[in-house]
C-alpha cells in the first residue's frame, strides 16, 4: 500500500520518543547515573517509549506503512512490558526474587532474537537506520550478558546510549525535511506581477 501523503509522517515523533525512552533507560546502565533513578525515569519511559510509540503505531497503521508500524509497535511494545516488570516486581506482584536476573535477563534474551530481523531490514531502508538498530542489538544483548552472565551492563548502556545519538541524528535531519517541504513560497512582489504581464 502507498503511503498516504495527506497524513503526518509519524516518523519524528516516533525517533524523538526512541531518543528519550533509550536515553533514560541506558544511562544506569552505562554508569553515568546511580542505578536508583532508574524507578524515578520510569514513568517517563512508559509514556515516551509507550504511549507515544504507540501512537506513532496506529499513524504508521493509517498510512500504510508497514516497517513504521512493526517497529513502533514491537519497541513501544518493549518499554510498556519493561515498565510494568518494574512495577509489578516493585509492589509485589511478581516476586522473582533471587531470581529476578534471570527473569530479566531471559526478557531481554527474546527482544535481542527478534531484533535482528529489524537490524537486516534497517539497512535497507537506510545505513543510519541500519546502524540505529544495529545499536539498539548490541543494547539488548549487553543487558542480556549482564543478567544471565554477569557481565559489565557498561557495554549495553552505552550501546543504547549510541543508538539514541544515533535516533537524534535521523530525528533531526525528519524533522528540518519536514519543515522544508511546509515552508511558505515568498509572495510575488507587485514589481513582478507587472514584469510577467508586459513579458
Same mark, same amino acid.
Given at each position: 500500500?502507498?503511503?498516504?501523503?495527506?497524513?503526518?509522517?509519524?516518523?519524528?515523533?516516533?525517533?524523538?520518543?526512541?531518543?528519550?525512552?533509550?536515553?533514560?533507560?541506558?544511562?544506569?546502565?552505562?554508569?553515568?547515573?546511580?542505578?536508583?533513578?532508574?524507578?524515578?525515569?520510569?514513568?517517563?519511559?512508559?509514556?515516551?517509549?509507550?504511549?507515544?510509540?504507540?501512537?506513532?503505531? !496506529?499513524?504508521?497503521?493509517?498510512?500504510?506503512?508497514?516497517?513504521?508500524?512493526?517497529? $513502533?509497535?514491537?519497541?513501544?511494545?518493549?518499554?510498556?512490558?519493561?515498565?510494568?516488570?518494574?512495577?509489578?516486581?516493585?509492589?509485589?506482584?511478581?516476586?522473582?526474587?533471587?531470581?529476578?536476573?534471570?527473569?530479566?535477563?531471559?526478557?531481554?534474551?527474546?527482544?535481542?532474537?527478534?531484533?535482528?530481523?529489524?537490524?537486516?531490514?534497517?539497512?535497507?531502508?537506510?545505513?543510519?537506520?541500519?546502524?540505529?538498530?544495529?545499536?539498539?542489538?548490541?543494547?539488548?544483548?549487553?543487558?542480556?550478558?549482564? $543478567?544471565?552472565?554477569?557481565?559489565?551492563?557498561?557495554?549495553?548502556?552505552?550501546?543504547?546510549? !549510541?543508538?539514541?545519538?544515533?535516533?537524534?541524528?535521523?530525528?533531526?535531519?525528519?524533522?528540518?525535511?519536514?519543515?522544508?517541504?511546509?515552508?511558505?513560497?515568498?509572495?510575488?512582489?507587485?514589481?513582478?506581477?507587472?514584469?510577467?504581464?508586459?513579458?
Amino acid at each position: 500500500m502507498m503511503h498516504d501523503k495527506r497524513l503526518g509522517d509519524p516518523i519524528v515523533m516516533g525517533l524523538a520518543a526512541f531518543v528519550i525512552a533509550q536515553t533514560l533507560l541506558n544511562l544506569p546502565n552505562a554508569h553515568l547515573v546511580p542505578a536508583q533513578v532508574t524507578l524515578f525515569f520510569m514513568p517517563a519511559i512508559l509514556v515516551c517509549g509507550g504511549l507515544v510509540y504507540f501512537l506513532a503505531c !496506529i499513524f504508521s497503521y493509517v498510512r500504510g506503512d508497514t516497517f513504521g508500524l512493526s517497529v $513502533n509497535g514491537f519497541y513501544g511494545a518493549f518499554f510498556t512490558s519493561l515498565f510494568l516488570f518494574f512495577y509489578l516486581e516493585l509492589k509485589g506482584v511478581l516476586q522473582f526474587g533471587t531470581q529476578a536476573n534471570e527473569a530479566l535477563g531471559t526478557f531481554l534474551l527474546i527482544w535481542t532474537i527478534v531484533t535482528v530481523p529489524f537490524v537486516v531490514a534497517a539497512f535497507r531502508v537506510q545505513l543510519m537506520f541500519g546502524l540505529l538498530f544495529l545499536f539498539v542489538f548490541f543494547a539488548f544483548l549487553g543487558g542480556t550478558l549482564a $543478567n544471565l552472565a554477569g557481565v559489565n551492563s557498561a557495554f549495553g548502556g552505552y550501546s543504547g546510549l !549510541i543508538s539514541a545519538a544515533i535516533g537524534l541524528i535521523l530525528m533531526a535531519e525528519a524533522l528540518l525535511k519536514s519543515v522544508q517541504v511546509h515552508v511558505p513560497q515568498p509572495s510575488p512582489s507587485v514589481a513582478d506581477l507587472t514584469a510577467r504581464s508586459e513579458a
